[in-house]
């Protein structure tokens, strides 16, 4: 930035310079030949100890901006335990899954969450790759003809402000026989449609 003020004192590469606001500035020599008590323009010489504590200070808010970032988008809004007749606890943000991990010490619901890749799916699309790794592994059993198994879906923790909609999943899994029962924690007890 170029400073203009009275010379003060100079040496071979720097002129001291001293601002209308009455600041002493350190200003590079040009090729005019500074007169002590006289007006000279230069650049102004920044102290590396300024331009540190600018880097120092600009390093330190993006970092803080990234855990920001990361604390506001990647964490669990808002938590659902999903029964497969083994418990996963899937840990939802904007509607999407940011977490997975297995409830009760199961090893069928540990394998189950080890082997399947559902992070940063839509709720309803992992809970259906969810359900038909479960179904794969045979920790659901096959229903034909009038049977039909259940899945519960207990909604634990919401901090959502919108309520969880898991109408696309409920479709899924009544096409292959299993009636979905969501529990959202207000303690009613939900209620079957009549067939």
Not at 126 to 143: P, Q
Not at 172 to 179: F, K, L, R, S, T
């Given at each position: 930035?170029?400073r ?7 040496d ?6 001293m601002t ?11 090729k005019k ?23 120092s200070?600009l ?13 506001l ?33 199961y ?8 082997h ?19 179904l ?11 049977d ?9 923790n919401?901090?959502h402000k919108?309520?969880l ?6 479709d899924?899994a ?8 969501v529990n959202?924690?207000d303690?009613?007890?939900p209620v079957l449609?009549s067939?």
């Amino acid at each position: 930035m170029m400073r203009t003020g009275k010379v003060l004192n100079f040496d071979e590469d720097k002129v001291y310079l001293m601002t209308k606001e009455k600041q002493f500035v350190t200003v590079k020599r040009n090729k005019k030949v500074p007169v002590k008590d006289e007006n000279y323009t230069g650049e102004e010489i920044v102290p590396t100890s300024k331009l540190v504590v600018f880097l120092s200070v600009l390093i330190l808010v993006s970092i803080l901006g990234i855990y920001l970032i990361k604390f506001l988008f990647f964490r669990a809004d808002a938590s659902v335990v999903v029964s497969f007749n083994s418990n996963i606890k899937v840990g939802i943000n904007s509607n999407k899954i940011v977490e997975l991990t297995s409830v009760g010490g199961y090893s069928e619901s540990l394998a189950l969450v080890e082997h399947s890749s559902v992070k940063g799916t839509e709720i309803n699309d992992g809970l259906i790759i969810l359900f038909d790794e479960a179904l794969k592994e045979k920790l659901l059993d096959t229903y034909t003809g009038y049977d039909r198994g259940k899945v519960n879906i207990y909604i634990t923790n919401q901090g959502h402000k919108e309520p969880l909609n898991f109408t696309k999943f409920t479709d899924y899994a009544y096409d292959h026989n299993y009636d979905v029962i969501v529990n959202k924690n207000d303690n009613k007890i939900p209620v079957l449609p009549s067939e």
